[in-house]
C-alpha cells in the first residue's frame, strides 16, 4: 500500500482550496482539518480493506500547527472547537 502523503505547504493547500469551487470545500473537509488543528485524527480513510486517519494517511508527522495555518488561512473556527470525527 502506498500512502498518499502530501509534500505541499499549509500555504500551497490555501491557495488551492481558495481557488476551489465553493462545492468542493465541505463541511466534511473542514471538519476533518479543524480535527487535526486540534490534535484529532480528521475522520477515516478507507484503502482497499484497510482504514487509516485522515492525519496519517495524508499527512504523516506533520503537527497541529500545520492545520491551524490552514484552518486561520481559510478562516476556518478551530480553536476551541469540540469537532472530532
Known sequence: MQKEISKQSPFDIIDQYSKSLPFMVTD???QNYVSMANGGEGG???????????????????PDS????????????WRDSKREV
Open 66 to 77: 500545520f492545520f491551524q495555518m490552514i484552518c486561520d488561512g481559510m478562516k476556518w473556527v
Open 28 to 30: 466534511e473537509l473542514i
Open 44 to 62: 477515516c480513510v478507507e484503502w482497499g480493506e484497510d482504514e487509516y486517519s485522515y492525519r496519517d494517511f495524508y499527512y504523516d508527522h506533520e
